[in-house]
């Protein structure tokens, strides 16, 4: 259980470094987001997964 909260730590604080360093182009991102379909989110969200995924078995 200790993992997971070390995961969901490590989540928040790249998420907490983009909005610090960059929010202009957080938000411009959030602006763009919506005119890209449904297939081209799906495509980046399972690249996202894979790398997550990879990087967690090369922490292992």
């Known amino acids: 259980?200790?993992?997971f909260f070390?995961?969901?730590g490590?989540?928040?604080?790249?998420?907490?470094l983009a909005y610090a360093l960059a929010p202009s182009f957080i938000r411009?991102?959030?602006e763009e987001l919506p005119k890209l379909g449904d297939e081209q989110l799906r495509m980046f969200g399972v690249a996202a997964l894979a790398l997550g995924?990879?990087?967690v078995y090369l922490a292992r």
Do not use: H, I
Not at 10 to 16: K, M, P
């Open 1 to 3: 259980m200790s993992t």
């Open 6 to 8: 070390l995961a969901v």
């Open 10 to 16: 490590l989540v928040l604080v790249v998420e907490g």
């Open 28 to 30: 411009r991102m959030a």
């Open 53 to 55: 995924v990879g990087l």
